[in-house]
């Protein structure tokens, strides 16, 4: 493939050129500051890192001024990345059996068994489970060695639970995975309409740029479509609270509508799309007759107000996320949504488009190399004429997979049907994040060989595994990953790997090459891996795939390390990126035109009954990621949410008659979970929300997958993890307990318990089902340590029955137990700072005992994590005076920093003005 000298494409920056010398190991540099990026969300913002003289830390992370997806803003979970790296619970040394082991052994063992399964079974006897998390690099070798050389493509990933349906439904209109539009086309858009999507928390810095669009220009309509009222709803000029699952209605009925306006685009309709009447008819009978307003729960005012002001601004961005694609009917609902865009032409033009935004770091990179089961490689399917082929061509390979393998859920049937013997995950966490969590366990249990690539030690997956091999964390790995606006860019190594740490691509390569496949596998660093994977996006394309960067498939290594954020495509004719698809009206089809097609809403798979009357949603907190392997161990990140909840309207907890911080039991077909109450209005009645990130190593009986049945999009293969039914049944308690100590703490002695990571500390929040002596509880609490030696000072309330305990030894405070037999909702930071001081003063013990200081106020909880500042003293500030965000920040510093708090410190003005 001839590739002509380009231009300065990949512009030079100090950074850039001091990694290059860190790593030659030539003259070392001192708080030298690199560019990379966060390792977080599908934003994917540029980080630059200054690291301390040791070259093992970092001693400031900051936003990057030049990239383009953030221009130097963070948020909370970025700016603290520092706060993670510790080696505390890293994965250092491969173990085979809970035992150490060499990598050679691990890596011998592997091969032989994928060796004697594919002799004995064929290669659908091994499976792949990879994640939106790897590098472009470590999936691009994982697939092509899966694919090409053992046969088999059972290569599934995370991103199935995530990006599946939005990937089909941008396939059936585009003929392609495509996202048309750039972050860029916020500053340009007159409507910006959110589906599913909780961006304030869960893209924030991209919800940040809405806000300053916003604030700039206060004609932008924003839309929130969400059955929550979330913290994204404070920008919102209309929120739809729609009944959940009933997206493709409001869609549907705004193509009818802009039928019935005579809005539809017919030039470019006659132009560019196929099948729009047939779509029509379709939206014309899911529509009439009331229908939308019975299946959404919307007014006809609020329908009205959406479609004027769709109706009103040509242009308009429709961001789409997991409220959208976690769904049984998820391909359907965005093909509902890319419909509207098309039959108005309002797509491939400035501040115009459908915007499926991406959650992880890379699940764009991962889609590129075609690391799904229903991919070959390079957005080339099995199904595409003459693909197999020309990949085979391409990498020379021995043994082409030929046909779909299967997808994530399918994939965990097959293990536990035993059909798949070897399974290998890496960087995810599928005992937590694949629904129906028992199912999981199962299978793992089952297979023969389990082999789990991760960080950390101990995660809840890596109980089961077989193997556990030690793999490289963010500022360690060194590759490229891809974020929502097609936008790839560096993440860089920089501090050197501990312990036997290695790349998880070099792990992959060197099971190949015990395998005998040395010469496609023998890289040596990732940009050999980058660049044949760029070489394989332009290989025989002729301009018929979307994804292609064959001009980068020329980078010298050097370039490659200095590379600068470029967006896809990259070729002779964009050789500095494309900022927006299908400007020119054509698309990857064969006749080139756009598809609408024909939806018929479905509802949810499950519906509600008597015995499982209410729908359970599930999705993320502010400040964690996921599972918490990595945002649990920062403890600013554990303030925020401290603890697993399930959200309830206050009618329904009227109705059984439920306190905050209650303990509830909820039970679906498939498992329980027992998670306490938080009671809030931005739930409506018979809806609940629990969030996904707890695990069974901080807390018990709180992973809701537990409760989320195996139910999937028959075109996506994504499980509907935003709606199951489940029923509510208080759980009896004799006491509600918060331990405060300086050591980790057995659970043991717990019926419920949520250990919160904090500074100098931790804090368990816990309960007790029956009836106990607390006091020997106690005593057995402190005596697993060693300790139990000191001095107890004991309180017990004639009135309420409640019980205090604070040990001391040698006069330093070691551990405070407080119980109730109601949750006690008090903050107890103060006390918590105080663990491991030296407490000698009568009035200040009796301060720990009583929870809060007798002559200083508490701060109360977390709301800004930047500033550490508390809601006592933000009302209090309120209280003072301070009637804006921005007084807020000048008297108190809060909000200012990355900005993440601002839709609560809205909250609270408007909470104390309503007061
Ligand atoms: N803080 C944080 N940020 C993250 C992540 C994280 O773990 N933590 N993860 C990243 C990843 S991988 C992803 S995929 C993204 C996900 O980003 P989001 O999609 O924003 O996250 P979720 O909270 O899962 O779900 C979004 C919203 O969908 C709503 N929803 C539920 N049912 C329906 C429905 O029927 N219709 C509509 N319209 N909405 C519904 C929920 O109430 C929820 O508010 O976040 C990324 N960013
Ligand atoms: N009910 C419900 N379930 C859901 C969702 C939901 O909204 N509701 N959301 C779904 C979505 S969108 C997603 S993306 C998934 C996420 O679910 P998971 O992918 O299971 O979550 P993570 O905690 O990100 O798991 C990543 C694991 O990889 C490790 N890791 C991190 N970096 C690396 C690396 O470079 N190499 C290796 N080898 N390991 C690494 C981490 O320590 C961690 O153990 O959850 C899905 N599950
Ligand atoms: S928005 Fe936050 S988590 Fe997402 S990439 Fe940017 S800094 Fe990282
Ligand atoms: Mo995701």
């Known amino acids: 493939m001839g590739v002509a000298k380009r231009p300065n494409v990949f512009g030079v920056t100090e950074g850039h050129w001091a990694s290059l010398r860190f790593r030659r190991g030539s003259i070392p540099v001192r708080n030298t500051t690199y560019k990379t990026t966060c390792p977080y969300c599908g934003v994917g913002c540029g980080v630059e890192v200054t690291q301390n003289d040791d070259h093992t830390s970092f001693s400031s992370v900051k936003g990057d001024k030049d990239h383009p997806a953030n221009f130097g803003r963070l948020c909370v979970k970025g700016s603290s990345l520092a706060a993670t790296l510790g080696r505390e619970g890293r994965l250092l040394e491969p173990t085979i059996y809970g035992a150490k082991a060499t990598w050679d052994e691990a890596l011998t063992l592997i091969a032989d068994k994928i060796r004697t399964t594919i002799e004995n079974e064929g290669p659908g006897g091994l499976g792949f489970y990879l994640s939106g998390q790897m590098l472009t690099e470590d999936y691009y070798v994982a697939n092509k060695l899966a694919k090409g050389f053992l046969g088999t493509a059972n290569v599934d990933t995370n991103s199935r639970l995530c990006m599946a349906s939005a990937v089909v439904a941008q396939k059936r209109a585009f003929g392609s995975d495509t996202v048309p539009c750039s972050y860029d086309d916020i500053d340009h858009a007159e409507c910006i309409i959110m589906v599913g999507w909780n961006a304030a928390w869960t893209h924030p810095i991209v919800y940040q740029r809405i806000a300053a669009a916003k604030q700039r220009r206060p004609e932008l309509k924003v839309i929130v479509i969400d059955p929550r009222k979330t913290a994204t709803c404070d920008l919102a000029d209309l929120h739809l609270a729609i009944k959940p699952g009933s997206d493709a209605h409001v869609f549907n009925y705004l193509l009818w509508q802009t039928e019935r306006a005579d809005k539809l685009d017919r030039d470019y309709i006659n132009a560019h799309v196929n099948g729009v009447e047939s779509a029509l008819e379709a939206a014309r009978i899911s529509s009439s007759q009331c229908q939308t307003l019975l299946a959404t729960g919307l007014s006809q005012a609020q329908l009205d107000q959406l479609v004027a002001t769709w109706l009103s601004c040509e242009k308009t961005l429709t961001f789409y996320s997991q409220g959208v694609n976690q769904s049984s009917s998820g391909v359907d609902k965005g093909n509902a949504i890319i419909n509207c865009h098309l039959v108005t032409g309002r797509i491939g033009k400035e501040g115009a488009g459908p915007f499926s935004i991406t959650g992880q770091p890379n699940a764009m990179g991962g889609r590129e190399v075609g690391g799904l089961a229903n991919q070959l490689a390079a957005h080339m399917d099995f199904a595409t004429p003459g693909a197999i082929e020309t990949v085979q061509r391409f990498w020379q390979a021995p043994a082409m997979a030929t046909e779909n393998g299967l997808k994530a859920v399918d994939m965990f049937q097959a293990v536990e049907a035993g059909q798949i013997k070897v399974l290998w995950i890496m960087a995810t966490n599928p005992l937590v994040s694949l629904p129906d969590s028992h199912q999981v366990r199962r299978a793992l249990k089952k297979c023969e060989l389990v082999i789990v690539s991760d960080c950390y030690a ?17 500022s360690e790995k060194d590759g490229t990953v891809t974020n929502s606006e097609r936008c790839i860019s560096r993440q860089r190594g920089i501090l050197p790997p501990p312990g036997e740490v290695r790349h998880d691509w070099w792990a992959i390569c060197e099971v190949a090459k015990r395998l005998g496949f040395q010469k496609a596998f023998s890289y040596e660093h990732p940009h050999e891996i980058f660049v044949e994977h760029a070489a394989l996006s332009a290989f025989e394309n002729n301009g018929q795939r979307d994804f292609n960067i064959g001009m980068m498939s020329q980078l010298t290594r050097q370039e490659y390390d200095q590379l600068s954020p470029i967006q896809w495509p990259v070729t002779q004719d964009q050789p500095y990126g494309t900022k927006r698809m299908f400007v020119d009206g054509k698309f990857f089809t064969p006749d080139q035109k756009a598809r609408c097609l024909p939806i018929l809403p479905k509802i949810p798979f499950i519906s509600t009954s008597s015995d499982f009357p209410f729908v359970l949603n599930t ?16 403890p600013i990140l554990n303030q925020h949410t401290d603890r697993p909840y399930v959200a309830i309207s206050p009618a329904d907890a009227n109705a059984l008659k439920i306190q905050e911080g209650q303990l509830l039991r909820l039970k679906s077909p498939v498992g329980q979970a027992c998670l306490p109450a938080k009671i809030t209005a931005d739930q409506t009645p018979g809806n609940l929300f629990v969030p996904i990130h707890w695990n069974d190593q901080n807390t018990n009986h709180s992973v809701v997958s537990r409760l989320i049945p195996q139910v999937v999009d028959a075109l996506s293969g994504q499980p509907e993890s935003k709606h199951a039914s489940v029923a509510i049944e208080p759980q009896k308690v004799a006491y509600y307990g918060t331990v405060l100590s300086g050591d980790s703490l057995r659970t043991d002695l717990f019926d419920h318990w949520c250990r919160v990571g904090s500074e100098g500390g931790e804090r368990y929040e816990v309960a007790l089902f029956d009836t106990v002596s607390l006091s020997s509880l106690c005593l057995q609490l402190v005596g697993v340590n060693g300790r139990g030696t000191g001095e107890w000072l004991e309180y ?12 001391y030894e040698a006069g330093e405070l070691r551990l405070v137990a407080y119980f109730s037999t109601t949750p006690d909702l008090n903050s107890k930071n103060w006390v918590m700072e105080r663990i491991g001081q030296s407490i000698q003063e009568p009035l200040a013990r009796m301060g720990v005992l009583a929870g809060s200081p007798v002559d200083v106020v508490d701060k109360g909880d977390v709301i800004c994590s930047c500033f550490q500042t508390g809601s006592v003293s933000i009302q209090d500030a309120i209280e003072a005076g301070c009637d804006s965000v921005e007084a807020l920040g000048e008297a108190l510093s809060c909000g200012t920093n990355c900005g993440s708090c601002i839709p609560e410190l809205k909250r609270f003005l408007t909470s104390v003005e309503a007061v």
């Open 796 to 807: 017990t309330n004639p009135i309420n029955g409640d019980q205090r305990f604070a040990y």
């Open 619 to 634: 999705g993320r907190v502010r400040d964690q990621w996921h599972t918490m392997t990595r945002t649990g161990r920062a």
């Open 458 to 474: 101990g995660t809840d997956t890596a109980t089961l595994a077989d193997v556990l091999l030690p793999a490289t964390t963010w």
